[in-house]
């Protein structure tokens, strides 16, 4: 049944029970046809349809049983009920269908209501003033309740008449008829003095005020009756709002540095970005026979190379005397084995890649483009000056100077398109609308991280200072090269990290990083001849990059 009728795009929920589908109906109101067995758990078809019928506003529902074998006996019993038809199993899809048409052409909560145009037109209200004469009616029935409540307390037969009389009065002048129905038949009841009768229907009115908001609200769907994905969509929708509208209604910051820290301080891991999760694991699991590919792809990607470096380091802790923590991603890999890697694979935690679209300048591939490409010119840079030793240093320091984004979308997964999208408009530097909605910045909570999960103290370096070279109090030509290196990438348009592009670019001589480089080089170093050597190499390293970005989105 549930397949039939997603075929057909419509909604079902499913009652074990005749309570069950009773308390169902009674509290969404959204149904338009109720099919069912003959047999139901504590009770029966025949008693839950008998019960629609005596309802004042139920009556109209309708019913269609299915049922395995249809006796004579059971056939005219369920016929004498009146029902829309009685089916025999098996489902069948054209039949479905038809039933659903024959409830939807009338719907029965519309019976309970005079039409909407030719009422109008007998009254002379307009749609706007007949809305609001039932929303009217709606709270008038939402606030005599309790006060029935009182009257069946005390037995007070003539003020309970007087109010439901009145209010019955205003249902009939605004074209309910079943709430009509229902009032009068309360009043009856009070006026007979069957006060536990009474009392036990006063539930009645809640679910007239209920029908009055679906009449008025028509497409609303209910709670009940959302998909996991369409729940999910309006918990975004809401969450997005948290960030997006931040600003405006003066609640910045959203967080503040103190949160940050103690929510990073729960994350058991790294975040890996889910389709770079996905290649990781289908190659751990393949009980690969060489760990090279493995090794290439944490190398390639920033989350896993995080991740990679914190489990190895953790197991190296624990089993070895010596705790200088591993900076190789690649030998992190090599550390772990295939069962360790395989355990690591299956516990990532993952972002979804579609939270970093903000088109058309940023998304996951430029951005995984721009990591790369710092790196790359970092260890070039290291290279041409001649600083070998720093250079797979600088490679993985430049992979993970920019960590902070991925930890900012595991913990508030809208939080970096709101930040983003306020620089664009206010043309500011992204740092400066990090602090506004964060307390604080992304390159402070991947230092942060960085520190508590164990990594090397010079990658942290990097992170605290690479806004700011020239105030690195420890690292300080790590730092500047990878500052520059991001700086390169930034002119060349290498990837995107998410801020605004610079107007006008900096000859290298004139920037902090070279200030602090330039001690480095020999007095015969040539730096025109560099400056034009990297400007040429983030080209090579853009076309590159662009063909390897797309591969991977692809694969």
């Known amino acids: 049944m549930q397949g039939i009728l997603a075929r057909g795009s419509h909604r079902l929920m499913v009652a074990e029970s005749e309570q069950e589908a009773w308390d169902f109906i009674w509290k969404t109101v959204r149904f338009d046809l109720v099919f069912l067995e003959l047999k139901l758990s504590g009770g029966s078809g025949h008693t839950f349809i008998q019960r629609l019928k005596n309802d004042c506003f139920l009556k109209f529902l309708p019913a269609v049983v299915y049922t395995e074998h249809g006796d004579r006996d059971s056939v005219r019993r369920v016929l004498d009920l009146q029902v829309q038809n009685l089916l025999i199993k098996p489902y069948h899809d054209a039949d479905i269908f038809s039933e659903i048409k024959k409830a939807t052409t009338n719907p029965w909560r519309a019976r309970n209501f005079e039409e909407e145009n030719s009422f109008c037109k007998l009254m002379g209200f307009t749609p706007v003033s007949y809305h609001k004469m039932l929303a009217d009616l709606r709270g008038a029935l939402e606030m005599i309740v309790p006060l029935l409540q009182q009257d069946g307390a005390l037995k007070a037969a003539k003020p309970a008449c007087e109010k439901l ?63 996991s994905h369409e729940v999910n969509a309006k918990h975004e929708e809401q969450e997005r709002a948290v960030w997006f509208n931040a600003p405006a209604e003066h609640r910045c910051p959203v967080v503040d540095g103190p949160r940050i820290q103690r929510e990073l301080d729960a994350l058991p891991g790294c975040p890996v970005i889910d389709s770079a999760a996905a290649a990781f694991q289908m190659a751990a699991n393949g009980h690969p026979s060489c760990l090279n590919p493995l090794m290439d792809l944490v190398e390639k990607d920033p989350g896993l190379a995080a991740q990679m470096l914190i489990a190895a380091n953790h197991i190296k802790r624990n089993e070895e005397a010596d705790v200088t923590p591993l900076e190789d991603p690649r030998l992190a890999v090599g550390r772990m084995g295939e069962m360790r890697l395989a355990t690591q694979a299956g516990s990532l935690i993952t972002v979804e890649e579609r939270l970093m679209e903000m088109p058309p300048q940023f998304d996951w591939p430029r951005f995984w483009k721009f990591q790369t490409g710092v790196a790359r010119m970092a260890r070039f840079t290291c290279h041409y000056l001649e600083l070998y030793t720093m250079e797979p240093t600088a490679f993985m320091a430049g992979l993970l100077h920019d960590l902070g984004k991925l930890l900012l979308l595991r913990l508030h997964p809208f939080a970096l398109q709101a930040v983003i999208g306020h620089a664009r408009q206010q043309q500011i530097p992204l740092r400066e609308a990090e602090r506004l909605f964060l307390g604080c910045t992304t390159s402070e909570m991947g230092a942060y991280f960085t520190v ?60 902090p990083e070279w200030r602090i480089l330039s001690g480095s080089v020999f007095p015969s170093f ?30």
Do not use: Y
């Not at 560099?530 to 970005?549: I, K, P, T």
């Open 526 to 555: 040539n730096l025109r001849k560099f400056e034009l050597q990297v400007h040429a190499n983030c080209r090579e390293l853009n076309l590159e990059l662009h063909g390897g970005s797309h591969a991977r989105s692809a694969a």
């Open 452 to 511: 508590k999960q164990g990594l090397p103290e010079r990658f942290a370096s990097v992170m605290r200072w690479i806004d700011a070279p020239d105030e690195a109090k420890e690292d300080s030509k790590l730092v500047a090269v990878v500052s520059l290196a991001r700086d390169l990438c930034r002119q060349n348009n290498v990837g995107a990290n998410g801020d605004l592009r610079r107007e006008h670019t900096v000859p290298i001589a004139d920037t």
């Open 165 to 227: 009389t009145a209010l019955a009065d205003e249902a009939e002048a605004a074209g309910a008829w079943g709430v009509v129905e229902c009032l009068n038949g309360l009043a009856a009841l009070a006026a007979g003095g069957d006060w536990t009768l009474f009392t036990q229907q006063l539930d009645q009115i809640g679910f007239a005020g209920r029908l009055i908001f679906q009449h008025l609200n028509p497409n609303l769907i209910p709670a009940e009756f959302l998909t």
